[in-house]
């Protein structure tokens, strides 16, 4: 064991001083490996980044990893059970989808059915509402107007509006982009605090329209107040809003009233008290055991075989740049090997074993693609430093973003395949170099 350590050893300072005699050598067989090793760290750093990105979008849409949601029917015994038992939970929330129309009474909203500003015929001048089944499976259906609207245009805007018991951004961590988040600690007030997303902002910057929000089954219309605008993800114009507020203007959940296409909750892990207490008093008030379902949100798993397909086809693509820089690696060192004929006989020579002649050409192609891979993994991990830091605030995914270790782990790993695919063959004509060629010297 000392001695084949010794033999390493002598392999890595001969072939270090082989790299420092031939400088042009070893920078030429750097320059065609650089691409090679680059391409696998980058097809690994762009993997991770992608599935960073979309796990970011699917938490926005869908929820956190781990988080147990829930999809019950709309009653008002639903809405009234939830409230009350998840009243005060900072762990937990209920999230009740309703249809809104803020603006003039009596006409037909710009974006019927609270469709995108930008694709006004999406939904043919229909209204639409979003239902979500048990099983949370989701579509539109028809609806009617919000206050029995006529069929005349106006200013108004319709959004999707849900009320919250509790802070969702728990469990889906929602972008601030201006003003500020629902305050659940204050007194509910009289005059809901709304706070759009991106695309219900992008309405109420291009139309003025009155503060008068029209709810189907509200006791009156209530002047709402918009607080804030967070990025969540979705397509639709939306508004977020206490459910407290808002049931300051509809029916009390124990008589009739519409309370939305269906009820959702979120809670976290811990909460299973919470879920277990849910149950049993949804069941005491009637709803069918099987029709209360939990399930735990794993968005990873959703588009980890997607990313997996995608990264090996990269990384295919990139192993054959990488077989590029072998080659180049292995004409640099079949030349370097024809030039050092005299020096490697003279060393067999004088009793140099052919292990360590092999081990010195071995070495240096190692060293060489050490060193490759080393520069490659700096520049991409400067280049991620800085598009953290410059693109940071407009995208999540790239905020407080380190180089990931996966990615410098890959590039080592090309570089070392690639030296020793690289100095391989010349090393082992190396090693049957004979001896007798010092004397033709």
């Known amino acids: ?74 009653d008002p015994n639903s809405v009234r059970i939830s409230q009350e038992t998840l009243a005060g939970r900072p762990d937990a929330t209920a999230i009740l989808s309703m249809q809104a129309i803020i603006g003039e009474p009596g006409i037909v909203p710009v974006n019927p059915g609270a469709a995108p500003f930008d694709q006004p015929g999406m939904f043919d001048g229909q209204s639409y509402q979003t239902t979500c089944d048990l099983s949370g499976n989701c579509y539109s259906v028809p609806l009617k107007g919000a206050g029995g609207e006529a069929s005349v245009p106006g200013a108004a805007i319709e959004l999707s509006l849900i009320a919250l018991t509790g802070d969702v951004r728990q469990f889906k961590p929602f972008r601030s982009v201006a003003g500020d988040w629902l305050d659940f600690s204050s007194t509910p007030s009289l005059a809901p605090g709304l706070v759009l997303n991106e695309e ?71 909460a299973r008290d919470a879920e277990q207490l849910l149950r049993v008093r949804m069941v005491a008030a009637g709803v069918p055991a099987d029709q209360i379902h939990f399930e735990t949100i794993n968005a990873r798993e959703r588009i980890a075989k997607e990313l997996a397909l995608f990264r090996w086809i990269f990384l295919g693509m990139a192993g054959l740049v990488l077989l590029i820089g072998v080659a180049g690696i292995l004409n640099v060192g079949l030349a370097t090997v024809g030039e050092r004929v005299e020096e490697f006989a003279l060393r067999r020579a004088v009793g140099t074993p052919r292990s360590l002649l092999a081990g010195i050409v071995l070495a240096e192609t ?76």
């Open 200 to 270: 219900a902002a992008k309405g109420f910057a291009r139309y003025q329209v009155p503060a008068e929000m029209r709810v189907v089954g509200a006791t009156a219309n209530p002047t709402p107040r918009i607080i804030g605008v967070v990025d969540d993800g979705n397509q639709q114009p939306t508004a977020y809003t206490r459910a407290d507020e808002m049931g300051n203007w509809l029916p009390a959940p124990t008589g009739g009233g519409n309370y939305g296409p269906g009820l959702q909750v979120m809670l976290a892990p811990t």
């Open 366 to 441: 190692l060293l060489t693609g050490l060193f490759t891979a080393a520069l490659a993994i700096g520049l991409c991990a400067a280049g991620v430093s800085a598009a953290s830091a410059i693109f940071g605030g407009r995208e999540q995914f790239l905020q407080d973003l380190v180089f990931p270790w996966e990615a410098g782990v890959a590039g080592v790993i090309a570089g070392l395949v690639a030296g020793v695919l690289g100095g391989l063959i010349p090393a082992v004509r190396a090693a049957r170099i004979p001896i007798a060629t010092v004397m033709r010297a």
């Open 1 to 74: 064991m000392i001695r084949l350590s010794g033999r390493f050893r002598s392999a890595l300072i001969i072939g270090g001083q082989g790299i420092r005699a031939r400088k042009t050598r070893t920078l030429l067989s750097m320059v065609s490996l650089f691409l090679g090793v680059l391409a696998v760290v980058v097809v690994q750093l762009g993997a991770e980044l992608a599935e960073r990105a979309q796990l970011s979008n699917l938490e926005l849409q869908v929820g956190k990893d781990g988080t147990r949601q829930g999809y019950l029917s709309g």
